[in-house]
Antibody
């Protein structure tokens, strides 16, 4: 059974840092692109970042670029999101999600598995 | 960045009735569109990808259609478990991947 379990959320002051983790099980973690998606309280879904299976290809939303770093440890089956210079507007539930690709295996078509989310609250 | 707009924001439907949800893209996304369902306190669930392909385990009462900039998710006969928020997402031109603002389907 595929499982994604996030951890690391909590209350942090503006300007602070936090590292989120997403532990994967039930599939060959290194074979999948992984993403982070966030959702502010009562709001919609917003894409944050992505990373390739080998960790060599990363991209970020403009709103988090230069402040957040996505990484992975395939030996530990774990995805990370290192967040720094946090702002009030970063307050959200952060989900990790596994990418579903098309039949060729090359193109994104959606997220087939999601974690339960971890809440990050940025407040003084 | 491609902006996705969903309408209506809230849809009130009686169980057993048909629900039609709309999603519009600010520019063509071809057929590179997915739909997700999200219930309170839960992660989203993939319903449809490629505009009209149901994801694994999704009932046939869910169907998607459209192309270019106009898309529709239809739930043919609403069941109690279908009352939720639905999001569309384009993946034609990214990053960033972009989602619509959501349509809440509530019990009438």
């Amino acid at each position: 059974e595929v499982q994604l379990v996030e951890s690391g959320g909590g209350l942090v002051q503006p300007g602070g840092s936090l590292r989120l983790s997403c532990e994967a099980s039930g599939f060959t973690f290194s074979s999948y692109w992984m993403h982070w998606v966030r959702q502010a309280p009562g709001k919609g879904l917003v894409w944050v970042s992505r990373i390739s299976g080998d960790g060599g290809d990363t991209r970020y939303a403009d709103s988090v670029k230069s402040r957040f770093t996505i990484s992975r440890d395939n030996a530990k089956n774990t995805l990370y999101l290192e967040m720094s210079s946090l702002r009030d507007e970063d307050t959200a539930v952060y989900f990790c999600a596994r990418v579903k690709t098309d039949i060729s295996g090359n193109y994104y078509v959606g997220y087939d598995y999601w974690g339960q989310g971890t809440l990050v609250t940025v407040s003084s | 960045e491609i902006v996705m707009t969903q309408s209506p924001a809230t849809l009130s439907v009686s169980p057993g009735e048909r629900a039609t949800l709309s999603c519009r893209a600010s520019q063509s996304v071809a057929n590179n569109l997915a739909w997700y369902q999200q219930k309170p306190g839960q992660a989203p669930r993939l319903l449809i990808y490629g505009t009209s392909t149901r994801a694994t385990g999704i009932p046939a009462r869910f169907s998607g259609s459209g192309s270019g900039t106009e898309f529709t998710l239809t739930i043919s006969s609403l069941q109690s478990e279908d009352f939720a928020v639905y999001y569309c997402q384009q993946y034609n031109d990214w990053p960033p991947l972009t989602f619509g603002g959501g349509t809440k389907v509530e019990i009438k």
